[in-house]
């Protein structure tokens, strides 16, 4: 069944957002959080010169994003490629020096901690990539894949390392026999296991899933996905869940953040995002995904783009989202749009209520 694309130019919104106090409205989750992320930023220098280098503007990847993590939730991250989902989730781990806000993991200011107490800390959290074995060396069997981020935090002896490495590869649905064999003996989906298993080797809090099934066959993917969800409960495992696929993060996330050109535009629970989106970024995101229902399939319709992302070295003024957004007034060019709670654990950032 075909649907009826179209660029939404001439649709006037309505008059801005009038507020006339902020709302008092029920916190978005009754869990406490166990990772808050605060105001963070990371902007990359852009150096130029051959002789002597000097800094002539910043990549601005990451441009205050707020967000909280209920203990056992998982977030769901999602934009188009390059809006800053890795560097966010790099420096959440800091694998990534900040360069402004904070980020608390339970009691713990990860943003200030140093040296020896940082290497500690890093063993509560970890990061599964899309290709997790890719980066590892091919001569290292599973055993010694398993086994290192365990000796570089000299945990256990070799024969400790050992056991707990067969009973992870047992909770990731591996049998020991895999020990003895090398990364590239393995399929997509078997090697995405092991990066999890090595991912929950240290026993871990919280895990960032890097774009963890967008390598695999779709049948693979929801394979690797309900497996995610087994162990979150088993491990008791709470998730920054980054894709740009809007089904994958639907299918594991309770809370979804949309974001674009360095900041969220908007965040809510998963079946509120998909049900009812307010932002024309993630209207737009959204309406370039079939529907499995046939009725709702045949009355789709398509929000196209104009344009590329554009640098986030120089984003737009006002509104990022301005440039290509089919709604845009003058006063998107003049105003960056709060960040407001539209409704109750609903928050958008667009001056108006489309
Ligand atoms: N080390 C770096 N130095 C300079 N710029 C960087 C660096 N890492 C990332 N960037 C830039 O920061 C922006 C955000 O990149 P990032 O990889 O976080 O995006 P992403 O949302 O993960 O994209 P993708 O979906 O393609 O993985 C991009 O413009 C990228 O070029
Ligand atoms: S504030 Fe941004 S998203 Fe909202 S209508 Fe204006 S340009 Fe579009
Ligand atoms: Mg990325």
Redesign the pocket.
């Known amino acids: 069944m075909s649907t009826e694309d179209h660029a939404l130019q001439d649709e006037s919104?309505q008059v801005p957002v009038q507020r006339t106090a902020e709302p008092e409205l029920p916190a978005a989750s009754a869990d406490p959080a166990l990772l808050e992320v605060e105001d963070l930023k990371v902007h990359f220098p852009i150096r130029r010169g051959v002789v002597v280098e000097r800094t002539v503007g910043h990549v601005r990847a990451v441009d205050g994003v707020s967000l909280q993590v209920a203990q056992g939730g998982t977030y769901g991250l999602v934009g188009e490629s390059g809006c800053g989902k890795t560097t966010f989730g790099r420096a959440v781990l800091r694998l990534e020096e900040p360069t402004g806000g904070r980020v608390r993991l339970g009691d713990d200011e990860v943003t200030s901690l140093k040296g020896e107490r940082l290497r500690k800390f890093r063993s509560r959290m970890q990061m599964v990539f899309q290709d997790p074995l890719g980066s590892l060396n091919p001569r290292h069997n599973v055993d010694m894949l398993l086994s290192e981020p365990l000796k570089v935090h000299g945990v256990g002896s070799k024969e400790e390392r050992r056991k707990l490495a067969v009973e992870t590869l047992d909770a990731v649905g591996l049998p020991k026999t895999v020990l003895e064999r090398f990364p590239h003996e393995f399929s997509g989906g078997q090697r995405q296991r092991l990066g999890i298993a090595r991912a929950l080797m240290l026993r871990p809090d919280l895990i960032v899933c890097d774009e963890p099934v967008s390598a695999l066959d779709v049948s693979i993917q929801a394979q690797v996905m309900n497996l995610l969800d087994e162990l979150q409960g088993e491990f008791g495992l709470t998730y920054l869940v980054i894709a740009h696929d809007l089904a994958v993060v639907r299918h594991l996330s309770d809370r979804v953040g949309v974001m674009y050109l360095g900041k969220l535009?908007e965040e809510a629970d998963s079946e509120s995002i998909y049900e009812h989106p307010r932002?024309?970024?993630t209207k737009a995101l959204l309406s370039a995904v079939p529907q499995p229902d046939p009725e709702k399939e045949a009355t789709r319709e398509r929000i196209i783009l104009k344009g590329d992302l554009p640098s986030p070295a120089n984003p737009p003024s006002g509104?990022r989202?301005?440039t290509r957004?089919p709604?845009?007034?003058d006063?998107?060019a003049e105003q960056e749009?709060e960040w407001r709670e539209a409704a109750s654990g609903h928050k958008v950032a667009?001056?108006?209520d489309?």
């Open positions: 919104p535009v932002h024309p970024y509104c989202f301005r957004c709604w845009a007034q006063i998107c749009p667009c001056h108006f489309l």
